[in-house]
């Protein structure tokens, strides 16, 4: 749970609060939410987004369900804390495709004062700690852990399968590319999946 208003008004420190799960799991779509119930108490927030995040518009946040918001773009992490200076309310989405900085700077805008809410992949395809989420979960105050739906067992899912063969960390897609699964149904489809590489390793030999 996360917490809007402190219990001690003179502390004035900020905070972070993550928002992490697989693909699918309603992530952004809980962002959006807090951050424009934050919009309507007229708190001045700020959305930022990775530049190479344009699977649906480059200059909106966007949840899987077409839920939208203003959000701006930004290369890098550090570009964050200049555009997001006398904001209430900070709102990071696909925390997982910037650089480890982005730790730092999350905790420079809590300890200014901001509420800095982050949403992300806690895990990539192959079902390792994804990027600086880890560090960022540590560190945040309050940590959210969203499910989707498996697609195999109707079970709750916190894995995201990726469907192709493609072995970059980074290759950004939707139901085409990925489903969410759960623990049993990602460790069977990993194997299928084992099972053909050798297959294929055994014709190529023979």
């Known amino acids: 749970m996360f917490l809007e208003n402190p219990v001690n008004h003179k502390e004035q420190f ?12 309603g992530k952004t779509e809980e962002l959006i939410r807090r ?22 518009d ?6 899987h369900d077409s839920n939208q918001i203003p959000s701006t773009p930004v290369p890098a992490a550090a570009n964050i804390p200049i555009l997001a200076d006398g904001c ?8 997982q495709f910037f ?7 999350c905790n420079a805008l809590a300890n200014r004062g901001a509420r800095v809410i982050v949403a992300g992949l806690d895990m990539d395809f192959e079902g390792n700690p994804f990027g600086p989420m880890p560090a960022l979960m540590a560190t945040a105050e309050y940590v959210t852990k969203v499910h989707a739906v498996c697609t195999r067992t109707g079970n709750p899912a916190h894995y995201s399968f990726r469907k192709s063969d493609l072995k970059d960390l980074v290759v950004l897609g939707e139901k085409e590319n990925y489903e969410p699964l759960s623990r049993a149904a990602y460790n069977k489809a990993m194997k299928r999946l084992d099972g053909k590489k050798d297959t294929g390793s055994e014709n190529k030999n023979k």
């Open 58 to 63: 480059d200059d909106l946040v966007t949840s």
């Open 14 to 25: 900020g905070w972070i609060e993550v928002i992490c799960g697989s693909m699918f799991s």
């Open 35 to 56: 951050l424009k119930r934050a919009q309507f108490a007229k708190q001045k927030i700020e959305i930022f987004k990775p530049a190479i995040d344009i699977r649906y």
């Open 99 to 105: 650089d480890d900085e982005i730790v730092q700077v």
């Open 88 to 95: 209430d309310v900070v709102g990071i989405d696909e925390a």
